[in-house]
């Protein structure tokens, strides 16, 4: 079992950047895979990115790609989302995610393989 709590949500203005943060419970962190998901109002959720359980391998929506960045501290239990050049179509609740996993496995970058979900963190970029 994990608990997930995510942080660093706000109100930014286009251009800007922002680090979402998810600080995860327990002593196994490291045998998860985590995932950022962002569900805007009215639409589905949508994957954001995902990293591994050593962070060796990182896997990003397309939406997203060459702008934002997933690492993670194991030591810390905590995973990151560095996010630049905000655009207002990122506007949305952003949800840390997390499943248990092998070596090697994934990407996990749907939202059924996750077991474990935060409550979200807002973010809204103005024009």
């Known amino acids: 079992q994990v608990q997930l709590v995510e942080s660093g949500g706000g109100l930014v203005q286009a251009g800007d950047s922002l680090r979402l943060s998810c600080a995860a419970s327990?002593?196994?962190?490291?045998?998860?895979?985590m995932g950022w998901f962002r569900q805007a109002p009215e639409k589905e959720r949508e994957f954001v990115a995902t990293i591994s359980r050593t962070g060796g391998s990182t896997y990003y929506g397309d939406s997203v790609k060459g702008r934002f960045t997933i690492s993670r501290d194991n030591a810390k239990n905590t995973v990151y989302l560095q996010m630049n050049s905000l655009k207002p179509e990122d506007t949305a609740v952003y949800y840390c995610?997390?499943?248990?996993?092998?070596?090697?496995?994934?990407?996990?970058?749907?939202?059924?393989?996750?077991?474990?979900w935060g409550q979200g963190t807002q973010v809204t970029v103005s024009s």
């Open positions: 995610a997390a499943r248990l996993s092998f070596l090697n496995s994934g990407p996990y970058y749907r939202e059924g393989e996750y077991n474990y």
């Open positions: 327990g002593r196994t962190f490291s045998t998860y895979a």
